[in-house]
Structure formats: C-alpha cells, structure tokens
C-alpha cells in the first residue's frame, strides 16, 4: 500500500510538471485577460529549442535557455494578434497551436531519431515548478505589480485610468505565458524523455489550459490540480485491469467540466477573470 | 487570347506526361509522422530504398493521417497522379477498399489487412518469429519473474505477438508473466512513458512493446533495466540495455510488388488473391535491436550462462537455442515455428492440437491470450 502511494506520487509528480510549468503561465496570461490557447504549440516549440541548443551545444542549460527564449518569442505574434489587433483570442491562440506543432515538426526533422547526449534530471524540474507556483503565487497576490496584473484581467479601465498602460501589462503576461510554456517544453525533451519527436508534447498543452480553468486561475491550486490530474494518469495505466483507461485520461476534463458548472450554480464571483477573454479597447465603455 | 493560354497549357501539360510516361508514381500514407523512429519510419526507409532500387520509381509521401480522414487523402493522391497507393495502417482498411471501388485503375496495396478486391493486394513483414525468439531471451534476463509489455490497441496483431513473446518466455522461465498495458494510441511518447512507469512500479524488470517510440526503451534504461528494440534499430537510444529486438525491410516487399507492377504482372484487376505474409525467410524481417546482430554482444555472456532443458533440444544455453531457433525459422520450410501445438490459451482452451501449426488465417485473427500473459485482454473469447 505504502509502495502504491509513494510510486503513485512520485509519478503523479512528474506528468504533473509539465502541466503545472505550463498552466501557471496560461494562469499569469488569464489573469490579465488574455485567453491563450496556444500553449501546446509554445510547448512544442520550446521543447524542439531546448533539444536543438542542448544538443548542439552539449549543455542542457543552454537549451533551457533556448527554450524559454524561444516560448517568449513564439507568444509575441500572438499577442500582437490578439491584444493590439483585437483579433478573437480563442482563433488566434488555436492559430498558434497549429503553428508551433508544425513549426516545430518541419524543423525538428533532422534532430530525430537521435537520443539527448546530456540529459537533465527530472527531479530539478519538479522542484523548479513547485517553487516557481509558490513565488508566482506571492507575486501575484502580495506585490503591486501582480495587484496591476490582476486588474487588467477583471477591470482594465481602472488601470488605465491609474495611468499604467493595459497593453503592456498583458503583453508581459502573454510572453511570460510563453516562456512557461517553453520551459515546460524543455523539461519534455530534456528529462521526460530526453529526445526530440514531431508530436512530442502529445496534448499536454490542452491539459495545462484546462488545468488553468481547474484551479480557478489560483496558482497554489495549480499545483494541487496537477497532482490530481497526474495521479489520475498514472493510474490510468496502474488501474487498467480493473477500470477503463479511456474514462480515467478523460477524467481531467470531466473535472474541469464539473468545477466550471459548480461555480456557475454558486453565488457571487465564478472565479474567472472578469475581463478574460474580452480585447482591451482605449476609452470605450464596456 | 485567354483561351489560347489554357489550349497551349493543357499540351505542355500533356507532353510532359507523356515525356514521363515510363516513370511509375507510387504513393504511401502514413498513420504517424515520419520522425517517429518506429511504424512510420520503418515505412519509410522501405520506400527510400524501393526509390533507390528502381530507377523508374517516382514517390511521395503524407504523413499522420488520421484513420477517419484516409479516404479523403487518397482522393488527394490519385488528383496527384499516383498510380500505386500503399496504405500503411490496419485502420486504413475500410478507407481502402471504399477508394478502391472510386478509383478502378489506381492500384492499392493495405499493409496488415486482410480485405482484399482486384485493385487491392494486402502484405505484411511479420514478427510474430521475432517476438518468441525474444520471448526465450526476456525469459532468461528477467529475475522477478515479471516481463513488462507496452502494447498500442488490442488487435489480433498485436495479441498475436503478445502470444509469441509469452510463449517464449515461458519456455524459459515456466513461472514468468507478461504483464501487459494498453496505451490506446500507437504514438503517444506521454502515455508510453507512464505505462512503463507504470509496470515498473509492478515490478517488471525486462520490457517488450509495440507502438511507435522509443520511449520504453529509454524510460526502461534509466532504471538500468534490459528491454527490446522494436521496428526501427533502436539500439542507439540505450546501447547498454537493448538486448535484441524485431527489424523489418520493408523494401523487400515494396520492390518486389512495384517490380510486378511495372512489368505488368499485377494489375488492377487480378489482386483479388495477392498477399504478401513475408517473415524471416524471405528477408523481410531481422532480429535485433541493431541491423546485422541478432544480440547485443553485451547480453550474450549471461544468455550463454543460462541454461534450460528443452523438449526437442535438451540440455541448451538459451543464446545456442535462440540462434538454433532463429536458423530454423529462417528455413524456406519453416522448420519450426513458434505457434507449434500442442498450445493451450491462458484459460487453459486448447488452440493448438499437437502436431498442429496455426494457419496464417488464424494468426491473422487471433484473440486468445497465451498462458503466462497477464493485463486487460479485449474481446478475449471464453
């Protein structure tokens, strides 16, 4: 039984990292109104950097690096897309999915094939991304920069009107979403498993979108979420003699589905940003 | 004047066909990515080496076509000029047989299936040989007694190999299990990575799987623990670790069919009865985990050292009896085979009377479990 919880936790730990690294950027990006769908796509790219600079380099952290830099910039035609052009963020960001995942497939052809030569422990990447949820957590709650981030997602006037320009703030956030994403792409093919395949993020990046909505945009939550939904996919494959493997992988969603139709019956705020998902438009009255 | 452009355009056009009549356009889908370094790939190093082979052969490929959407991709490649189509996926077979009946003069070829029609061949490089002669080696190399296999979906196929593989094992190690997970996709590095996790954590200490990564294999030697390569020569993704494993050449039987093709012995019309079952005689299928060595020099000392008493062999190092086995099988008669009765299913039914081998229609529907296998088990007849 001991052997079950702590096998069960320590893999619920691993699958839930890269959910987690990513989800808590997608959580940075909603909260400050901006719905980025494009998180498997940041992910695939990130994690085809992070191969390609380790791999040549021979050092694994330049691909971290690589990785993160490379998520940034992918997320930045996006937000031109969606904060400054106003363009239908749902649209753009599944445009960016779509992008990443063939980006990433076309030029990571020559890296196939061919394990990482220096791989990193999967164990740093775990204590990285419960770290990260802690400090994003207290940044987010308890400093003046995270109450204006937080502000441009429920009530953008009111920043604009205490002089700090909206666009900014969720330009910083949507690249920061992306940076996450990247990172989260690197811990795939630098220790999850340490080589490049087109496809390599295999939905991940949706999981981590639904992870955002499942922990109510709460970083901490997120952290809880991600163990929960990793515990359930190991499981899936402990379990599979006595339960269903496709009603357990389903099970993230079914939850997200429940959570969400929880918070519509009870009262007062969903949880979700107020102005999530809305393009910020300079002196009109929503 | 505008007219007079699309007249000279639809001649050059023509003559430039003409011009390349003597070439043969043959095309190929693919259910997963090229860079998959299993199914796919291996598809795909056949139709390189087909092109190379034959002078005459122009080809081209799509990739990740999903099961459901083959059809409409076969549209596609027929608008395109293919002649030949080679439809590399079980799934696809439906798909097939419907474009098949739209387009009477393309040629189609079905890897796997087993519904043909005059314009639909199917073939088949099998490892069913392989997955025993694995079987015997994983049997020897495992100390818990637990074998731990990371199948796709449950399909004869894949139930077929299973079988083999358990029947291997066990006639080393009576006592031994196959503990099977299913991942329900044949590429998803996530699900493979966790499945194996997964059986690791059962106890499994040697691994066997069959979907389209590595990823078993690399999960596998981080833990230090001995697994087999499969499809593609993945020995290079855990030198140390991958004993052996299940190669195919595909090309063997892609230059064998556009050959026949291109001299006119196949045609659109008489396929009906065309099938290619190629094994280990016909060179369509190697053991190992790297191309030209059957074992991993590093594994052949403790294969040596184990020894067991078999019925036709008797006193035997499991590495003299996979090589015995391995010549055997590789006899245009096939002197031996690994679903030789008498063989009695997990639940104790016999399915293979003494004196008796399973014909290739049964083989290629097989559902029964043998003994020693161990997991969820689809459709398993009672």
């Known amino acids: 039984m001991e052997d079950w919880i702590w096998t069960t936790l320590v893999r619920a730990l691993a699958f839930g990292t890269p959910i987690l690294l990513a989800g808590l950027g997608e959580i940075y990006a909603e909260r400050s109104g901006v719905v980025n769908l494009g998180v498997e796509g940041m992910m695939a790219v990130g994690a085809l950097a992070a191969f390609a600079a380790a791999q040549s380099s021979g050092s694994p952290y330049l691909g971290l690096a690589a990785a993160v830099l490379v998520g940034a910039l992918i997320a930045l035609p996006f937000a031109v897309a969606s904060i400054t052009l106003r363009a239908n963020q749902y649209v753009a960001g599944l445009a960016l999915t779509m992008l990443g995942l063939g980006l990433s497939g076309l030029l990571g052809k020559p890296y196939e094939g061919a394990p990482l030569a220096h791989p990193l422990p999967e164990s740093g990447f775990v204590v990285a991304a419960l770290v990260l949820a802690v400090v994003l957590w207290f940044f987010l709650r308890h400093t003046f920069t995270g109450l204006v981030l937080r502000s441009a997602g429920e009530n953008p006037e009111t920043v604009d009107a205490m002089g700090i320009n909206v666009y900014a703030v969720r330009y910083g956030a949507v690249v920061f979403g992306g940076a996450m994403a990247g990172l989260a792409g690197a811990f795939l093919s630098l220790a999850y498993r340490p080589s490049w395949a087109d496809g390599i993020t295999s939905g991940l990046g949706w999981i981590a979108v639904a992870l955002a909505i499942f922990a109510a945009w709460h970083p901490l939550k997120a952290v809880g979420a991600a163990l929960l939904f990793g515990a359930l996919y190991h499981l899936s494959y402990r379990l599979q003699a006595v339960v269903s493997p496709e009603f357990l992988k389903a099970m993230p969603y079914l939850f997200v589905v429940l959570v969400l139709s929880l918070s519509a019956l009870r009262r007062g705020p969903s949880g979700a940003p107020e102005a999530l998902g809305t393009p910020y438009v300079r002196g009109e009255r929503r | ?382």
């Open chain 2, 1 to 382: 004047m505008r007219k007079g452009f699309w007249v000279t355009l639809v001649v050059l056009l023509g003559a430039l066909g003409f011009a390349q009549g003597d070439k043969l356009k043959a095309c190929w889908i693919y259910v997963g990515p090229v860079g998959d370094y299993g199914w796919s790939h291996a598809h795909d190093q056949g139709r390189i080496a087909a092109e190379k082979a034959l002078p005459w052969l122009e080809t081209q490929y799509v990739e990740s076509v999903p099961e459901a959407q083959a059809e409409a991709y076969i549209d596609r490649l027929v608008k395109q000029g293919c002649e030949v189509i080679f439809a590399t996926s079980f799934g696809y077979m439906d798909s097939v047989l419907a474009a098949a009946r739209k387009h009477p003069d393309v040629i189609f070829a079905h890897a796997t299936g087993f519904k043909r029609a005059p314009n639909v061949a199917t073939y088949m490089a099998d490892f069913y040989q392989l997955y025993y002669l694995n079987g015997l080696m994983a049997g020897a190399l495992t100390k818990t007694g637990k074998v731990g296999y990371v199948g796709a979906f449950p399909i004869p196929e894949l139930k077929r190999h299973i079988s083999a593989f358990a029947l291997g094992v066990r006639t080393v190690n009576p006592d031994a299990e196959v503990l099977v997970r299913w991942i329900y996709e044949w590429y998803n590095p996530a699900a493979a990575k966790e499945a194996t996790e997964a059986l690791i954590a059962e106890g499994a200490d040697v691994f066997a799987f069959t979907e389209d990564t590595p990823t078993v294999i690399q999960v596998a030697a981080k833990k230090g623990l001995p697994s087999f390569s499969h499809y593609s020569p993945m020995k290079r993704f855990a030198p140390d670790q991958v004993v052996s494993g299940q190669l195919v050449h595909w090309e063997k039987i892609y230059i064998d069919f556009l050959a026949k093709v291109y001299a006119g012995v196949y045609t659109n019309k008489n396929l009906q009865d065309v099938d290619y079952w190629w094994l280990l005689p016909q060179g369509a299928v190697e053991l190992g985990g790297a191309y030209g060595e059957p074992v991993n020099p590093k594994f052949a000392g403790a294969l040596k050292a184990k020894k067991l008493n078999h019925p036709v062999f008797g006193e035997i190092s499991v590495y003299d009896l996979v090589m015995k086995e391995l010549a055997l099988m590789s006899d245009v008669e096939l002197a031996a085979d690994p679903f030789q009765g008498p063989i009695k299913d997990r639940q104790g039914k016999l399915r293979v009377p003494a004196g008796l081998r399973l014909t290739k229609h049964e083989l290629e529907t097989m559902e029964w479990a043998a003994p020693g296998v161990k997991g969820p088990w689809p459709n398993e007849p009672k």
